[in-house]
């Protein structure tokens, strides 16, 4: 049994189970999620006999930081491997006085998105919270070594946050936990969806209040269809539907997310659709630039078209930047995700 993962209030029942108050549950969850100590034996007011019965039960287990890769923009690729070999990875990307760090939920994706190279490895499995948390664990003991902490969360790396709710909604719980738990306000983090209408529904009943990202891509159901199998179960006009219905605090917005791929969604016109289909919603764009992977089918739009697409939306009264990723140079960038790497699996 591992510690990490487990909600404050399951560490309480545990510690009444070892036959101790509900308080020493409490002292543990403080020692581990907000302190970030994970050795039993440094939890100095946990009485012996408590620590022995519970080292009996159960480990404070972080995922194995096997690589740690720089990229030149500063950013970090940290690659996981958890216990049964397999590998996700989270990047690290400090700006100014933030620092987000981008997290993965699932060991490939099922979704198969034509134009992303986490789509080509297939669903393998589905984090635990355990694995969630301890990603985010991991990399702030690595900025603390800077005296740094990670201000922000995305839930934008390797799988679809949505196909695993159950681990994702435990693990918000325990990264929010402002008493208890990390403390981290859900104002500053993402989750980011390929567009699974159920899911978004069932995220916004959980009044977790944290940030909405939807893929988008494209802004008519023929072109979405072809880059986005998704979508020939969720079409735009459900997706919308869903997202309009999210709650939204009085001045959050929901994300969009759209890839830039020369000739296939790039056009005046498809800025002008897009626009369209946006009208009325608390919306901001993140346009992405295609970012590039070996044997990919698309290419990244020139600068000047990517700059008019984002002028039509502007004029139209639509929030809207240019997101250029970070890391692409050690494939960490959006899109480019896999573990392991292609170049790795091809000697
Ligand atoms: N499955 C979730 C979380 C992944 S977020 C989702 O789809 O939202 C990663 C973001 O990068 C998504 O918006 C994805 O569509 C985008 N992306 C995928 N491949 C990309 C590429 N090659 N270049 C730029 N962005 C890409």
Request: proline residues 5%.
């Amino acid at each position: 049994m591992n510690l990490i993962g487990m909600l404050p209030s399951e560490m309480e029942d545990l510690a009444v189970e070892l036959g101790g108050s509900r308080y020493r549950g409490r002292q543990l969850a403080t020692w581990i999620y907000r302190k970030g100590v994970l050795s039993l034996g440094a939890m100095s007011d946990l009485p012996r006999d408590f620590r022995v019965a519970l080292a009996e039960r159960a480990a404070v287990a972080l995922p194995e930081t096997e690589r740690v890769t720089p990229s030149q923009d500063g950013s970090r690729k940290l690659v996981f491997r958890l216990d049964d070999g397999s590998r996700v990875s989270a990047v690290l990307m400090p700006d100014d006085d933030r620092i987000t760090l981008c997290l993965s939920t699932q060991v490939g994706c099922g979704y198969a998105c034509a134009f992303c190279l986490t789509g080509t490895m297939g669903l393998e499995r589905n984090l635990t919270s355990a694995e969630i948390v301890g990603q985010l664990l991991a990399a702030n003991a690595l900025a603390l070594e800077e005296g740094r902490r990670v201000t922000h969360l995305v839930f934008m790396g390797m799988g679809e946050p949505l196909a695993n709710l159950a681990a994702l909604v435990k693990a918000i719980r325990i990264l929010t936990d402002a008493r208890l738990g990390v403390g981290y306000s859900p104002r500053r983090i993402t989750v980011s969806t390929v567009g699974l209408v159920s899911g978004i529904g069932r995220l916004g009943s959980e009044n977790l209040k944290v940030n909405l990202a939807i893929s988008l891509h494209a802004a008519s159901d023929e072109v979405r269809s072809r880059l986005m199998p998704v979508n020939q179960s969720w079409n735009l006009g459900t997706l919308m539907e869903a997202v309009r219905r999210y709650p939204l605090a009085p001045r959050q917005r929901v994300f969009f997310e759209y890839v830039l791929l020369e000739g296939v969604n790039d056009s005046p016109e498809d800025a002008r659709q897009l626009a369209r289909l946006l009208r009325g919603v608390r919306a901001k764009v993140n346009l992405i630039p295609f970012n590039d992977w070996e044997g990919a089918p698309f290419r990244r739009p020139a600068l000047a078209r990517i700059l008019a697409f984002q002028s039509t939306l502007l004029d139209a009264g639509i929030t809207t930047t240019v997101r250029w990723s970070k890391g692409e140079d050690i494939g960490a960038a959006c899109g480019q995700l896999r573990e392991p790497m292609p170049e790795a699996s091809a000697t």
